[in-house]
């Protein structure tokens, strides 16, 4: 019996989700190119596909590397900085993440790295880092020479590695070091707040023209602490943050009436919050809306 292209493609597609995601940053743009890659499978000879994951994640690929062409100049006109769409991790939605490795692999601060890259350098680095593909198996996706690949893979490996070290606490140390800042935050605790953000810690804030935010990240512990005191006081009280996975890491979301507000994701350096990147662009957000299941 012949199994129905639907069935046979599902059992695909948590995978090639992934696979999308880290290549294009944004969880809607990477439903639509898995959409576009089960339009193509089940309009194909399937007798002539022989390997169909190995297919599938060669359609994807070059669906995201066109995508990408057109997002980079999208990008360079956004309003105020850009950050990738938050997903939230704990079900699973990207994959197992029971590693160190794997839990940076889809952390904003990564993804937001992965913007230095060329399209072609992101798939080498995504397919290798993220899905232990050889480098001959990656020549085959892009069609490229394997020697061309190794060196598009070095070259990646050195334009991330000469950023700032990403290095995190355990996942127990950082939902503590979260829920300090929450319990700082809520109840005004500015110098609660001092001792867990790094001097130069910097607050990214994406609204993308459609919220009011910062149009420039705040640097530095003085500025990040008189913003937050502004916010608490302006907001704290209508506000309500619970804690979530995000991107692999602990974070926060906040909400009001219902309706999610943002999505904060912190990234560490020796155990102070170096980053801090919440995004409240109502666009971005409807995809960890779905996932936590509120209206």
């Given at each position: 019996m012949?199994?129905a292209?639907a ?9 090639l989700?992934?696979l999308a995601?880290?290549?294009l940053?944004s969880a ?9 890659a089960y339009?193509?499978?089940?309009g ?7 390997q169909p994951?190995?297919w599938?994640?060669k359609v ?8 990408l062409?057109s ?5 360079e006109s ?10 939230v991790t704990s079900?699973g939605t990207?994959?197992p993440l029971?590693?160190a490795?794997q ?6 601060a990564?993804?937001?790295?992965l ?6 350098e992101?798939?080498?680095y995504?397919?290798r ?8 198996e990656?020549a085959e ?9 190794r ?7 050195q334009?991330?590695?000469s950023?700032?070290s990403?290095?995190?606490p355990?996942p127990?140390?950082q939902?503590?070091?979260v829920?300090?800042f929450l319990?700082?935050?809520r ?6 707040l ?10 990214w804030s994406?609204?993308g023209?459609?919220v009011?935010t910062?149009l420039?990240?705040l ?6 602490l008189?913003f937050?005191?502004?916010v608490?006081?302006?907001y ?5 943050m619970t804690?979530a996975e995000?991107?692999g ?9 219902g309706?999610l507000?943002?999505?904060i994701e ?5 155990e102070?919050?170096a980053h801090?990147?919440?995004?409240m662009?109502?666009?971005k ?5 779905r ?5």
């Amino acid at each position: 019996m012949t199994t129905a292209p639907a069935d046979e493609f599902e059992a695909h597609r948590p995978r090639l989700f992934g696979l999308a995601y880290r290549m294009l940053g944004s969880a809607h743009e990477a439903e639509d190119t898995v959409q576009d890659a089960y339009l193509r499978f089940s309009g194909a000879d399937r007798t002539q596909i022989e390997q169909p994951g190995a297919w599938l994640a060669k359609v994807v690929t070059n669906l995201c590397l066109s995508r990408l062409t057109s997002a980079r100049a999208r990008r360079e006109s956004y309003v105020g900085p850009w950050l990738p769409e938050p997903v939230v991790t704990s079900d699973g939605t990207l994959g197992p993440l029971e590693s160190a490795e794997q839990r940076e692999a889809v952390s904003l601060a990564l993804l937001v790295l992965l913007e230095r890259l060329t399209p072609t350098e992101r798939a080498v680095y995504v397919l290798r880092e993220a899905f232990g593909y050889g480098h001959r198996e990656i020549a085959e996706v892009l069609e490229l020479g394997e020697a061309n690949c190794r060196q598009l893979y070095r070259r990646a490996v050195q334009r991330i590695e000469s950023a700032e070290s990403r290095f995190a606490p355990p996942p127990e140390r950082q939902r503590e070091l979260v829920a300090s800042f929450l319990s700082a935050a809520r109840e005004g605790d500015l110098a609660g707040l001092e001792k867990l953000l790094a001097e130069d810690v910097v607050w990214w804030s994406d609204g993308g023209g459609k919220v009011s935010t910062a149009l420039r990240p705040l640097m530095g512990r003085e500025k990040v602490l008189r913003f937050l005191a502004g916010v608490t006081q302006k907001y704290g009280a209508a506000w309500e943050m619970t804690g979530a996975e995000i991107n692999g890491t602990s974070g926060l979301v906040v909400w009001a009436d219902g309706t999610l507000l943002g999505v904060i994701e912190f990234e560490y350096r020796d155990e102070r919050i170096a980053h801090v990147r919440i995004v409240m662009n109502p666009e971005k957000l409807d995809f960890a809306r779905r996932q936590l299941g509120r209206p």
